[in-house]
């Protein structure tokens, strides 16, 4: 029974919910986490294996963090389309192509072995390197380049956007700013009072109030 290709979405949700929180909540952090993972092994002379007694998968160690850091890789960039009112943040696009571009090595034919390739392995230093913010702009063009993030034939502009209101997206905020903390007050004080509504306890003080 082929489970190899399953695993690492499996093995992506059996986390706490807290620890899934923070992985929408601060996705920048969680990117660079996973990729350094993957980035301190993978010049390893010997095979990283998975855990013992799991289902047969060469590739299992890597695998599911190669997935974990996919999907970091796209909140991230989702993120960072949020700053631009009517567009794409460039390297949001750069983001995104290089989560696609793993995605497709880590559920494809060719990660049935125990190493990772030359271009993962490439792929994944320049993405930690955009990922923590070099100051070198030729980091950004060339993982652009290796993962196609900008194809020739594509459209010149990008649709606008419809913002939407996104509680996540506010905490992660304020966990990177503390100017923002008291958006996160009002938010919860507004969630407390329409939970108030719905089951009928009191509703909490206005703020500055007795």
Known sequence: MATAFVQPEFAYRQTSRWQRLCRRMFPMAMSIEFLSDVASQMDRTTPRLGVQGADPDPLDWYRWRLAAASRSLERYASRLDRTIANGSHPVASILRATALYLRNYYQGKESLTTHLPHHIKRVIRSALLVTTGSARSQHYQDLAGFVDAFPVDSSATTPARRRRFDALHVLGRAGESSDNIMKVVQLL???????????????PPPMGGR
């Open 189 to 203: 004080l507004l969630v407390l009072t329409w939970l108030a509504l719905i089951i009928g306890l009191p509703s």
